[in-house]
């Protein structure tokens, strides 16, 4: 569990990992240079939990730098990752456990909520994600992230054979953690059941910049289409093109018309060089190649004249 200036929320996270019905649990927790009393919280739950509770410091590296400082530091053969603000039903691991001996999985996974601020009444709905391992698991994976990172349960062997958690795009390493698993095992298995929580709480969450984390979330299904041939080989080629840049091309219309025009410009510009387009997108992605200021003054008188 990585944190920072995490003191709102610390306790209830921390306390849900802990107190997970029927199942031993090791919490490495990874102060990442906090300001505020995440730490000083931490300290006064140590005194609760004993050596169930780790406090390490880290001096604001980021989350996925403290994540693999809290796996080096890990005991348990089977892992999970928790954010600092987020939470779990109480019988996450138990549940989760359960299926991966039950199968002999390598990874369980469950469904999430979102619940917090910008979302209609406080809560969106729940969320169950397909049975990936009934279809085409790598097909799935290249369409988007299958489930945040406090959403499955793992084998400790599997996260070490690739190397943990890459540092490069951080609004994408979850993701970039799942689609390289699939290069070690696609034996998973799912729990149709909503056991994880995800808070939105603001624009400081790295998921908050949202043409950086398409952006990122491109490069991972790039890399991974370009280290694992075989395992792509049977998409065929223009499926493999839709499937990596086909979203940066769709985001991209979606943010110019939320006016989000300086994230549009970012992605409709990366989609005009991947030539993952038809000439009917062609004059927003021309549009899209001029000083923002510029592409900004001609969205503005086109919204003028179309107004009534």
């Not at 509770?53 to 005991?75: E, F, I, S």
């Not at 600092?84 to 549940?95: G, K, L, M, N, S």
């Not at 006016?259 to 000439?279: F, P």
């Amino acid at each position: 569990m990585p944190a920072y200036n995490a003191a709102p929320y610390v306790e209830q996270a921390v306390r849900c990992a802990l107190d997970q019905a029927g199942a031993e649990v090791e919490l490495l927790f990874v102060d990442d240079g906090s300001t505020d009393t995440t730490a000083e919280i931490v300290q006064r739950l140590q005194a609760e939990y004993g050596p169930r509770l780790t406090l390490l410091r880290g001096a604001r590296g980021g989350p996925y730098p403290a994540r693999n400082r809290a796996l080096q530091a890990a005991r348990g053969e089977f892992v999970a990752f928790l954010d600092a603000d987020d939470w779990w039903e109480p019988d996450f691991v138990t549940t989760l456990l359960q299926a991966l001996q039950a199968s002999g999985a390598d990874i369980a996974y469950c469904g999430w909520r979102n619940v917090g601020e910008g979302i209609s009444g406080g809560r969106a709905e729940p969320y169950v994600p397909p049975a990936y391992e009934d279809g085409d698991p790598v097909e799935h994976f290249l369409r988007g992230c299958p489930w945040p990172i406090h959403g499955a349960l793992l084998r400790r062997q599997v996260v070490d054979a690739v190397g943990g958690f890459s540092e490069r795009l951080f609004s994408s390493m979850d993701y970039d953690l799942w689609i390289r698993l699939l290069a070690v095992t696609r034996n998973m298995v799912r729990v149709p059941r909503v056991l994880a929580y995800y808070r939105w709480h603001g624009s400081g969450q790295i998921s908050a910049v949202k043409w950086r984390q398409v952006l990122h979330a491109w490069q991972v299904r790039r890399d991974f289409v370009a280290a694992n041939p075989a395992l792509v080989a049977h998409l065929g080629a223009a499926r493999r093109r839709e499937l990596v840049d086909g979203p940066l091309l769709e985001q991209g219309r979606t943010l110019f018309w939320r006016r989000d025009l300086e994230g549009a410009r970012h992605l409709l510009r990366r989609a005009l060089a991947t030539g993952a387009w038809r000439a009917a997108d062609l004059p927003l992605l021309a549009a899209a190649q001029l000083p923002l200021p510029v592409f900004a003054a001609l969205v503005r008188r086109a919204d003028s004249r179309s107004r009534p």
